[in-house]
């Protein structure tokens, strides 16, 4: 009687096996672990390492799909350059459909990198915890592929960035829009700091990193340079990352990044909302300019409204641009801890949404009262008038007739 051998005991050079190992009568089968492709015992190609680390950071990839290559292929049209909605230093976002008809954004690495694969992780990870309206929705991603591949939600308007310096004029930001805008990026950002499971810095936000849906509404994305602390910690000790114009000075001198380097960074865009101008002005004439600085004199010298955009200048409220300027002169502290929270700033965008609403239907009231008003002594004038009229009229009747009156009067 023959004996059956577990080749998956003895897995090695003789039975190889890159995978899973599953021992049959006679035989042993081989499966390539979760996102990679191939026969195991010929080798498994794609980013199963992902995988393992994900697992490390116990960060949870089955709360995510998996795509095949092949669907992203499909979806995107062989990655077609027609599709392309953007691109940047770590890789280029395609626009694709899915086989059950939902768009989605799929992102392709540049290239295999160290920093690329760590970003690649950092942004399931952290986007596997959140769940927040305003903050891009990860749908899954590619483990299979060359290099790695995350698939978003789609998000239909561009980016607030293309809004404020490719400005359309057929669609320009409205005053309210922008303040929303703010108030709903604010929101995100509060929520990360201290609503999240775990605290999490954004590390990048800019204006190229606030995304617009179909009603205008924020969205943050971009989460690759994002990190989680723990609750204890109030800071992070890294490599200086980010983006000039966008940068916290403290965390430039220190290297130590906390929740307040975010801060300055919104109160970056802020700025951008008040005055339209990119983070680093650049003139033919004159070295480039930081606008948080530039921002920063004209409210000293107390003439912000000299740089405020002049699309919304004439439409918007100056009690609630001067109440925005100082939220964002706060946030553009050089000291951090004199600079607000994100719950602190949210909390005064909101304050002043709801005050202009209150304003915007006492005026609506008013203009209301008014034209019941003037509706009511229009009226009046119409009666007064034809009552003349009809008592002429009665008297041009008597005098001219030598009838009595129906109710005689009385000589004394």
Same mark, same amino acid.
């Given at each position: ?198 605290? +999490?810095?954004?590390?990048? $936000? @800019? ?5 617009? #849906?179909?009603?205008?509404? &924020?969205? %943050? =994305? ?84 000299? +740089?405020?955009?002049?699309? $919304? @200048? ?5 009690? #609630?641009?001067?109440?925005? &300027?100082? %939220? =964002? ?84």
């Amino acid at each position: 009687m023959l004996t059956d051998i577990d080749e998956c005991k003895d897995a090695g050079e003789r039975y190889p096996c890159d995978g899973k190992c599953h021992n049959t009568i006679g035989d042993y089968e081989c499966k390539c672990p979760l996102g990679m492709r191939g026969d195991g015992k010929r080798g498994c190609r794609g980013f199963g390492i992902v995988t393992i680390i994900i697992s490390g950071h116990q960060c949870g990839i089955s709360k995510t799909k998996v795509f095949s290559s092949e669907e992203l292929e499909t979806a995107t049209d062989g990655f077609n350059v027609n599709r392309i909605l953007g691109q940047g230093g770590q890789g280029t976002v395609f626009k694709g459909m899915l086989a059950d008809g939902v768009i989605v954004a799929v992102k392709r690495s540049t290239m295999v990198s160290e920093e690329n694969l760590e970003g690649f992780i950092n942004e399931v990870c952290i986007l596997s915890q959140i769940n927040q309206r305003n903050v891009v929705r990860l749908l899954g991603c590619c483990l299979e592929a060359e290099v790695p591949l995350l698939v978003y939600e789609f998000i239909p308007n561009g980016t607030l960035y293309e809004y404020l310096h490719r400005q359309n004029e057929e669609f320009p930001l409205s005053w309210e829009m922008r303040l929303q805008i703010a108030a709903e990026t604010a929101g995100a950002l509060c929520y990360l700091h201290s609503a999240a499971s775990i605290p +999490i810095y954004h590390r990048d $936000i @800019k204006s190229t990193n606030i995304l617009l #849906d179909h009603k205008y509404r &924020a969205k %943050i =994305a971009d989460f690759g340079t994002s990190r989680s602390l723990s609750v204890d910690q109030t800071h992070l000790t890294t490599n200086v990352q980010g983006t000039f114009g966008y940068l916290d000075p403290e965390y430039f001198w220190s290297c130590r990044y906390t929740d307040k380097s975010d801060v300055y960074s919104f109160g970056v865009v802020l700025a951008e909302l008040l005055t339209g101008q990119k983070a680093i002005l650049t003139n033919e004439s004159q070295e480039p300019k930081n606008l948080a600085a530039h921002f920063v004199l004209f409210m000293e010298e107390n003439i912000i409204f000299d +740089i405020v955009d002049a699309q $919304i @200048k004439e439409h918007c409220p100056k009690e #609630d641009v001067i109440g925005v &300027a100082n %939220i =964002a002169m706060r946030c553009l502290n050089l000291n951090g801890k004199m600079r607000p929270t994100m719950k602190q700033v949210t909390s005064e965008l909101e304050r002043i949404i709801q005050l202009s609403q209150k304003k915007d239907v006492q005026q609506n009231n008013e203009e209301a009262d008014q034209g019941i008003t003037a509706e009511v002594i229009s009226a009046w004038d119409d009666a007064s008038t034809s009552i003349t009229c009809s008592s002429f009229q009665v008297d041009q009747a008597l005098s001219s007739s030598d009838v009595e009156p129906l109710v005689p009067f009385k000589t004394w």
